[in-house]
């Protein structure tokens, strides 16, 4: 697994304890409050065409190369 793919199954993760648990909890005096589902969805989107464009074999992908141009 890429550690593209695995920041999309932690972004994925995040945005079910949301939807499942609610956006904010609270243990014994403390209030903890998840991110936001909005940002969570746009960063889910960002990632997804990452990889897709990495799978494609774009700038980020596996099947890039270089030219290496000698001024003599």
Known sequence: MTDKEQELVEIKKAISKIL???QSYRIGN???TRADLKTLYDMQTKVENEIAESEKGGILGRNASAAVFDRR
């Open 20 to 22: 499942n648990g609610g």
């Open 30 to 32: 403390r209030t903890m």
